[in-house]
């Protein structure tokens, strides 16, 4: 039955559900990897530039990148704290993003950095990236800690 | 040769947090009465030869081609009509789509409809269909939102230039006190009838001490969330001469991009664009755009420059409506903008440049923070100020003659979308 919120104006609510089939196509193996402890990227030889996020296309040249292993040890670059979210996250209140430097990446990588004491993350720290045991096949499967 | 293309109405709605007493359709009516019966003009409504429709989300509606239905409503069937989607971005970009179709001569006179209705979801969601609008397979899954994208590159900001909190809190000011002379605006109880209860006018302190959403944006630094329309109408030059005594030139418009993630964005050292004012050992350690500029936004500015013959863009403007999303973006804004060096953007604001009685004031109608993000109408909301600006009748639509920047005749307006993906930057000349 339509439940009506108002009757001038008249207000009914409209549920709505959606469930997507998403291929993560030639990205797929980062997400593979993780189960065997492995975090990739992808190179471009011919720019000399490495992606994470995994592009399969190298968006300066065109060519096809190619898989390459990183330690996963970086910086962090900018971090903030979120004490407001979109509705799925309300219940993860307050976490921190970061965008960290990877060891041999060229781009940032936004990530989620788990941390004791919140008010002790700094730009510059030293970090190192951490796998789930128990995949969601997302990007949420990898964050960051600090590194002891 | 590309013809000369001139504004020649405007209308707007009241913006609020929910218009439940219209459906979208009927707020597009009523921005577009305004336009057509409000503005001292001669124009009829069957001399429009076609319409750009401006907005964002399916999502918010869950009604795809919504542009139809606003064509039917408005009764300009069987005309030509196309629909441009650019995140917050939207409005700039179909403000820049109908000068390109007047000026090609596709169309000699074209309404621009932009309008959004965010308030039949709640806030969580609302943030989260904006969400949409990221990567949705790396920045959302982490619990991303705009919010945070912004904060982070706030604090990068903060890092790189020592802009503070406190400079922040000063745009939140500046733009919420504007916003208090305009009775359109969401955050003016006293002249909006559909305005914020808990709106009227902020201290620096009351942004300080408000909750952080994502550190170091606070809630009033952030912009609002609206319900509304707006709508702009453009002509070619010969018929905009019959319709109006005080055309208003569009003289130039830009257009840039960027990496959708932010951290996918260069950081190239010296690798500024530079603009004529410029000087290129200003920026030569500086490495860019990284995340705490908007490349997007220096391309617009320089193509729109260029094309407007600006070589001074602090001296020979005006007035300026920005896209204000952030206070924090605003700062970055006038930095990519050329108003300020690279880093001093901080200290603009707090020198009183860009206040309604400094040098180049910034959104005088009170911007995204005062008055308005329904995200369709957003860029044609400020085109549409900047309209009655250089016509010198925003106080008579304002309800107020504060809001009016004296003796304007060159202003610049900008419409930018998640991070910086999208911006657009046009010149409008008397």
């Not at chain 1, 993780?34 to 190298?58: E, I, N, Q, V």
């Not at chain 1, 004490?83 to 993860?92: N, P, W």
């Not at chain 2, 170091?216 to 019959?242: Q, T, Y």
């Amino acid at each position: 039955m339509t439940e009506v919120y108002s009757m001038d104006p008249l207000i009914i609510k409209t549920p709505y559900e959606m469930s997507y089939k998403h291929s993560y196509g030639k990205t797929s193996k980062f997400f593979t990897s993780l189960s065997a402890g492995k975090l990739m990227a992808t190179r471009c030889d011919h720019c000399k530039f490495t992606f994470l996020p995994p592009r399969a296309d190298c968006p300066y040249c065109l060519a096809e990148t190619k898989w390459v292993e990183i330690s996963g040890k970086g910086i962090v670059h900018t971090f903030s704290t979120l004490y407001f979210s979109g509705e799925k996250f309300l219940k993860d209140l307050p976490f921190q993003l970061v965008y960290v430097e990877l060891e041999g990446v060229d781009t940032l990588f936004l990530t989620r950095l788990k941390i004791k004491d919140k008010n002790s993350t700094k730009i510059g720290m030293k970090i190192k990236m951490k796998i789930s045991r128990e995949p969601e096949w997302r990007s949420s499967d990898v964050w960051a800690e600090p590194e002891d | 040769m590309a013809r000369k293309v001139a504004a020649v109405a405007g209308g707007l709605t009241y913006f609020s947090k929910a218009r439940r007493d219209k459906t979208q359709e009927e707020l597009a009516a009523e921005a577009a009465r305004m336009a057509l019966f409000d503005n001292d003009i001669d124009l009829g409504k069957d001399e429009i030869d076609g319409t750009i429709v401006s907005y964002f989300s399916d999502h918010f509606e869950n009604q795809l081609l919504f542009g139809s239905i606003i064509q039917d409503y408005l009764g300009f069937n069987p005309k030509p009509s196309v629909r441009i989607e650019g995140g917050g971005a939207t409005g700039g970009l179909a403000v820049r789509d109908a000068y390109a179709h007047v000026a090609s001569g596709l169309l000699d006179v074209a309404m621009v409809i932009g309008f959004e209705k965010m308030s039949e979801v709640n806030t969580a969601k609302g943030n989260e269909f904006i969400a949409l609008a990221s990567d949705t397979d790396w920045d959302f899954p982490i619990g991303g939102f705009y919010s945070g994208y912004y904060a982070l590159m706030a604090r990068r900001h903060m890092e790189e230039f020592g802009t503070t909190e406190e400079q922040m809190a000063m745009v939140a000011v500046k733009n919420r006190n504007n916003a208090q002379h305009n009775k359109f605006a969401q955050t003016n109880p006293k002249m909006n009838p559909f305005g914020m209860k808990d709106g009227g006018k902020i201290t620096v302190d009351d942004v300080l001490k408000s909750p952080y959403v994502a550190f170091p944006l606070k809630r009033l630094d952030i912009c609002l969330m609206s319900d509304g329309a707006a709508v702009l109408i453009l002509a070619s030059e010969e018929k905009a001469k019959k319709i109006t005594d005080t055309p208003i030139w569009i003289t130039g418009t830009g257009a840039g991009t960027d990496a959708m993630r932010a951290g996918d964005r260069p950081r190239t050292l010296a690798g500024v664009p530079i603009l004529p004012h410029e000087n290129k050992q200003w920026y030569k350690k500086l490495e860019y755009p990284g995340v705490h500029s908007f490349r997007a936004g220096r391309e617009s500015a320089r193509q729109a420059y260029k094309m407007a013959g600006i070589t001074n863009p602090l001296k020979q403007l005006d007035a300026i409506e920005l896209h204000d999303a952030y206070t924090s973006s605003e700062i970055q804004t006038y930095e990519d903008l050329g108003l300020a060096k690279y880093g001093e953007g901080g200290k603009l604001v707090e020198d009183g440049v860009t206040a309604i009685n400094g040098d180049l004031p910034v959104n005088p109608s009170g911007g995204l923070i005062g008055t308005m993000h329904a995200v369709g109408a957003t860029g044609v909301m400020q085109a549409v100020e900047m309209f009655w600006q250089l016509q010198g009748v925003a106080g008579k639509f304002h309800g107020s003659d504060k809001t009016q920047v004296k003796n304007a005749e060159r202003g610049l307006i900008h419409s930018h979308a998640g991070t910086g993906t999208y911006v657009t930057a046009s010149i409008m000349e008397r």
